[in-house]
């Protein structure tokens, strides 16, 4: 079992950042972990964000969405168990509910949010002047 819960969302202004953070607790370890960023704005669907995938003894790697590289980056920290979302140079089409994801066995690729088994409840994040 996998909880989540995630924190940092806030209203600001066009070209502004944010730090989200989601607090992950495992009771158990697995080969296998994927966790991740989606968001879903008013009306529409939700899409993938960012994601980190770790393979023990395999291949993992850092994913991003198109509309979001260079100006988002995804880091986990071991130490307080939380995965991170630093978002620079926001836009008002950022405007979303964002929702921390994870995945304890491999069931998809990074930017399906059938492959995750785990969602945390969402923050909001507002980019307006």
């Known amino acids: 079992q996998v909880h989540l819960v995630e924190s940092g969302g806030d209203s600001v202004q066009p070209g502004g950042s944010l730090r989200l953070s989601c607090a992950i607790s495992?009771?158990?370890?697995?080969?296998?972990?994927?966790a991740g960023w989606f968001r879903q704005a008013p009306g529409k669907e939700r899409e993938e964000v960012a994601a980190?995938?770790?393979?023990?003894?395999?291949?993992?790697?850092?994913y991003y969405a198109d509309s979001v590289k260079g100006r988002f980056s995804i880091s986990q920290d071991k130490d307080e168990n939380t995965l991170n979302l630093q978002l620079n140079n926001l836009k008002p089409e950022d405007t979303a509910v964002y929702y921390c994801?994870?995945?304890?066995?491999?069931?998809?690729?990074?930017?399906?949010?059938?492959?995750?088994?785990?969602w945390g409840q969402g923050t909001q994040v507002i980019v307006s002047s």
């Open positions: 980190i995938v770790e393979v023990k003894r395999g291949r993992g790697g850092t």
């Open positions: 994801a994870a995945a304890d066995r491999a069931r998809g690729a990074w930017y399906l949010p059938g492959s995750y088994m785990y």
């Open positions: 495992r009771s158990t370890t697995s080969s296998y972990f994927m």
